[in-house]
Antibody, heavy 123, light 106 residues
Framework: QVQLVESGGGVVQPGRSLRLSCAPS????????IHWVRQAPGRGLDWVAVISYDGSNKYYADSVKGRFTISRDNSKNMLFLQMDSLRAEDTAVYYC????????????????WGPGTLVTVSS | DIQMTQSPSSLSASVGDRVTITCRASQGISNYLAWYQQKPGKVPKLLIYAAATLQSEVPSRFSGSGSGTDFTLTISSLQPEDGATYFC?????????FGPGTKINI
């Protein structure tokens, strides 16, 4: 079955960097766009970024643009989120989530979510 | 960017009640609207996509409607396990904004 498993979360000081990973299984990873969505403690869902199935297109929320970089390695079936210049307000559970259809041109909903990894930005 | 709003932010209802949640987009998004259910400590679960299409294995008491800027999620007969927070999401454009959520207390 479709699974996504995030890793790499932890406690980091403000201004430092962290790299999250997402390991998919149960589907052809290289055919699907993948998103990062985060949720601060006790708060709502906050879309962070998306990368197209082939990595050629990437889009970001304004709140992370210039600080976060989404990437993927289809040869190794892995998705990444490089987070630089971290701020306290970046503290959240980070989910990777899959687009619902392969080779989607940008108007597909999210269907599967990973369990998430917690990032805490604190001195 | 398209902003998503939801109302109410929370509600209390009884088992068997009919419950309706509203989601509004700041610009027209056709029917590119999804609804997710999230229980405390759990991952969001897809309920409805394309504004009105029920995801596989989701109980038929859930239904969605709307197009353009105004959307609704209806639970026809509330069950104890429906206590959760419900989020709408625009997937017409990036950023793929979520509504702030509606918490249903049973």
């Amino acid at each position: 079955q479709v699974q996504l498993v995030e890793s790499g979360g932890g406690v980091v000081q403000p201004g430092r960097s962290l790299r999250l990973s997402c390991a998919p299984s149960g589907f052809i990873f290289s055919s699907y766009a993948i998103h990062w969505v985060r949720q601060a403690p006790g708060r709502g869902l906050d879309w962070v970024a998306v990368i197209s199935y082939d990595g050629s297109n990437k889009y970001y929320a304004d709140s992370v643009k210039g600080r976060f970089t989404i990437s993927r390695d289809n040869s190794k079936n892995m998705l990444f989120l490089q987070m630089d210049s971290l701020r306290a307000e970046d503290t959240a559970v980070y989910y990777c989530a899959r687009d619902s259809y392969p080779f989607c041109g940008g108007d597909c909903h999210i269907d599967y979510w990973g369990p998430g990894t917690l990032v805490t930005v604190s001195s | 960017d398209i902003q998503m709003t939801q109302s109410p932010s929370s509600l209390s209802a009884s088992v068997g009640d009919r419950v309706t949640i509203t989601c509004r987009a700041s610009q027209g998004i056709s029917n590119y609207l999804a609804w997710y259910q999230q229980k405390p400590g759990k991952v969001p679960k897809l309920l409805i996509y394309a504004a009105a299409t029920l995801q596989s294995e989701v109980p038929s008491r859930f239904s969605g409607s709307g197009s353009g800027t105004d959307f609704t999620l209806t639970i026809s007969s509330l069950q104890p396990e429906d206590g959760a927070t419900y989020f709408c999401q625009n997937y017409n454009t990036v950023p793929r904004t979520f509504g702030p959520g509606t918490k249903i207390n049973i």
